[in-house]
Nanobody, 123 residues
């Protein structure tokens, strides 16, 4: 299995940027990774996903063009660069992993989850 630890969250003003990291340990080969977020009182929603090879990448519509997901398999780390942040991006961001080589937007397809990192965007 793979263990995930997120970092990089914090408080930022609207229009600012943050870069989240998801560090993996354990069975760190051929895993696909997704970022999800959950705002207070709302259901968890998909943000972005990347396959092991990096060939498949998906974004939720509201973050397309503002967020960029990338990975460095040599460092066992996946990144989420978030630019032009908006107050509605405020949430706990969690990364999740699955094996199989195909990125997915469905949270139910992911078996391993990190604890999450808080992102707060002030207006």
């Amino acid at each position: 299995q793979v263990t995930l630890v997120e970092s990089g969250g914090g408080l930022v003003q609207a229009g600012g940027s943050l870069r989240l990291s998801c560090a993996a340990s354990g069975r760190t080969f051929n895993y696909d990774l997704g970022w999800f977020r959950q705002a207070p009182g709302k259901e968890r929603e998909f943000v972005a996903a990347i396959s092991w090879s990096g060939a498949l990448i998906y974004y939720e519509d509201s973050v397309q063009g503002r967020f960029t997901i990338s990975r460095d398999n040599a460092k066992n780390t996946v990144y989420l660069q978030m630019n032009n942040l908006k107050p509605e991006d405020t949430a706990v961001y969690s990364c999740a992993a699955k094996y199989g080589g195909v990125a997915s937007m469905r949270s139910s397809n992911y078996q391993f989850w990190g604890q999450g990192t808080q992102v707060i965007v002030s207006s």
